[in-house]
Antibody
Framework: EVQLVESGGDLVQPGGSLRLSCAASGFTFSSYDMHWVRQATGKGLEWVSV???????YYSGSVKGRFTISRENAKNSLYLQMNSLRAGDTAVYYCARARQGRPLLDYWGQGTLVTVSS | QSVLTQPPSASGTPGQRVTISCSGS????????VYWYQQLPGTAPKLLIYWNNQRPSGVPDRFSGSKSGTSASLAISGLRSEDEADYYC???????????FGTGTKVTVL
């Protein structure tokens, strides 16, 4: 059974940093692209970033230069390093699996809440 | 700010057909596949339609997708109470090099 479990969400002050993790199981992690998607309370889905099987990365304009996506295939883990956090980054962050080269997000985690507030 | 535009709401009575539109541009819908996601209240999104009109295993054939030019549509036929959810279209945008979600449509079963 495919499982994605996010962790690391917390309350952090503006300007602070946080690292999210996504533990994957039930599939060959290294063979899939992995995405981060976020959702502010009561708002729509917002794509954040993707890392391909070869380590290629893409970011939304709103997080580029502040967030870094990475993966550790030996640990079946996906990460999102978030720096210079702003109030607008407050959201539930989901990790999702996608077929290689196709943004077909077929499995999602349950999400982890990041709150940026003083 | 999303580059894919959806109506904020849609509704119907049980058994009716509801259609949700998704309007984009040549750099996203016009040149790439469209995906649809369903998000039931309090849960993570779920893939509903991929590659414009394909259903993952387990998704009822009441759900169908189509694409024409720079627009796409999701149709729900035989509407059921459990279809009450938010629905999002999505596509890769070649100009921005990002994955874009639609603004989302809340479907209500009256």
């Amino acid at each position: 059974e495919v499982q994605l479990v996010e962790s690391g969400g917390d309350l952090v002050q503006p300007g602070g940093s946080l690292r999210l993790s996504c533990a994957a199981s039930g599939f060959t992690f290294s063979s899939y692209d992995m995405h981060w998607v976020r959702q502010a309370t009561g708002k729509g889905l917002e794509w954040v970033s993707v890392i391909g099987t070869a380590g290629d990365t893409y970011y939304s304009g709103s997080v580029k230069g502040r967030f870094t996506i990475s993966r550790e295939n030996a640990k079946n883990s996906l990460y999102l390093q978030m720096n210079s956090l702003r109030a607008g980054d407050t959201a539930v962050y989901y990790c999702a699996r996608a077929r290689q080269g196709r943004p077909l997000l077929d499995y999602w985690g349950q999400g982890t809440l990041v709150t940026v507030s003083s | 700010q999303s580059v894919l535009t959806q109506p904020p709401s849609a509704s119907g009575t049980p058994g009716q057909r509801v259609t949700i539109s998704c309007s984009g541009s040549s750099s996203n819908i016009g040149n790439n596949y469209v995906y649809w996601y369903q998000q039931l209240p309090g849960t993570a999104p779920k893939l509903l339609i991929y590659w414009n009109n394909q259903r993952p295993s387990g998704v009822p054939d009441r759900f169908s997708g189509s694409k024409s030019g720079t627009s796409a549509s999701l149709a729900i036929s035989g509407l059921r109470s459990e279809d009450e959810a938010d629905y999002y279209c999505a596509a890769w945008d070649d100009s921005l090099n990002v994955y874009v979600f639609g603004t989302g449509t809340k479907v209500t079963v009256l």
